[in-house]
């Protein structure tokens, strides 16, 4: 028969596609760490090391501003190694004296104010930076997730399609369908593994992003304990200010501070002295007294006092930007949140229909009653009623994890 040469080289396909099938499993491979284990180490992330230390910085600060200036000890000789009746020590006059800067004019505790508000700015960053990591580890463990569960999807449509296949070529061989089927039953298959091997490349870049976002010593090359099917806790909706708004107030009162800081170092530093004079021709002693300030004639540092003005409008401004955009991110992600339950719902039904409505054709197909364009369009449904699925589940993820990182909470977990 005509068909002859054909099949053969449909069924080395299906063979070639069968073997790849197998080739994409990893069996015998170990789990990776649950999202739980994963979330509890995140404190030794490089962004969450980087925010801690920069709060030690800010509170080692703090201690420093308190901190009185060192006194000065300052020690004078005069009319001394001259000439005339100078030329020696006899008649020189030698001072020993002690100066302390009396920090009035409350600058002491201006500088110690500025430093604790930059602290506890930097402490609010800090917890920022916790919740940006476990978003990013959420977010990295979830595509990581979807990515092997489409490539499941992707293996069993390859099998599926083997069968069609191997069915396609059963009604060729028997003369009930024309060797054109053959051919397009080969050219489904050929599409199908090339859509597996897609798969499986997106599924090993997700696992070493996962690898490296969770800092793991061992390539992760499988999961198995699920975050897309986990569903977010019911929460009341919060009317606190976000993280990120109060990260911008915090700002915004240590550039208030610095305002105070430099209208106070406009002022005079105030210096007294004391000290100890020996007058070596009379062989006497006296004390001495001393009172010294700079003359505020030609800068009153207007330059610094404007520039943190302008800094505070400016740490302001951010305020309501950063509260706008909270209100709008926050409605937006409550409302995503609220109906990724109906759609990953309607997904799921949509699968449950589609895997009926494969079974039916893949029947009627064997029986002769339906074609193979009938066949390959339920298949394909089915396909993408799997991935579907898949997609429902990353929004609700998704949408979880931008409420999490506005109210300042771990995803699926409890507030920081």
């Known amino acids: 028969m005509i068909i002859r040469p054909f099949l053969p080289r449909l069924a080395a396909g299906c063979a070639a596609a069968a073997m790849l099938s197998a080739m994409g499993g990893q069996a015998h491979a170990d789990p990776a760490p649950s999202y739980d284990t994963l979330v509890a180490q995140t404190d030794a992330a490089p962004i969450n090391l980087e925010a801690s230390a920069l709060a030690e910085a800010a509170e080692a600060r703090v201690r420093q501003a308190g901190a009185r200036p060192n006194p000065e000890l300052a020690f004078d000789v005069e009319n001394a190694l001259g000439t005339g009746p100078y030329s020696g020590l006899d008649n020189s006059e030698a001072t020993l004296s002690f100066s302390q800067d009396l920090e009035l004019f409350g600058r002491r505790r201006t500088r110690v104010g500025v430093a604790r508000a930059e602290a506890g700015a930097a402490g609010l960053r800090r917890d920022l930076a916790s919740v940006e990591s476990s978003t990013r580890l959420a977010l990295a463990y979830a595509e990581a997730e979807a990515a092997q569960r489409r490539l499941a999807v992707a293996q069993e449509a390859l099998s599926i399609a083997l069968a069609d296949g191997r069915a396609a070529l059963a009604l060729v061989e028997e003369g009930r369908e024309p060797m054109v089927r053959g051919l397009q039953a080969e050219s489904e298959v050929a ?207 998704r949408a979880e994890i931008d409420l999490a990182r506005l109210e300042g909470r771990i995803p699926f977990g409890a507030m920081l």
């Open 191 to 397: 599409a199908a593994r090339a859509v597996f091997d897609e798969a499986v490349a997106e599924r090993d870049a997700a696992f070493a992003r996962l690898t490296a976002v969770a800092m793991l010593q061992a390539p992760v090359t499988s999961i198995e304990d699920s975050l897309l099917d986990r569903v977010p806790a019911s929460r009341t909706p919060s009317t606190d200010e976000t993280l990120s708004v109060r990260v911008a107030q915090a700002e915004r009162d240590a550039a208030e501070r610095r305002i105070s800081a430099e209208q106070t170092r406009a002022l005079p530093d105030v210096t007294a002295s004391v000290g100890f004079r020996r007058f070596e021709l009379e062989d006497a002693t006296a004390l001495t007294f001393g009172v010294s300030m700079p003359l505020p004639l030609f800068d009153r540092n207007r330059g610094n006092i404007d520039a943190a003005r302008a800094e505070y409008r400016a740490a302001d401004a951010r305020i309501d930007q950063a509260r706008q955009d909270a209100v709008a991110d926050r409605a937006a992600a409550s409302a995503r949140l609220a109906a990724s339950a109906s759609r990953v719902r309607a997904a799921d039904g949509g699968v449950t229909a589609a895997e009926e409505a494969y079974r039916l054709s893949r029947i009627g197909f064997e029986a002769g009653r339906i074609s193979q364009l009938e066949l390959r369009a339920s298949r394909s449904a089915l396909v993408a009623a799997r991935n579907a699925a898949i997609e429902a589940r990353m929004a609700r993820v």
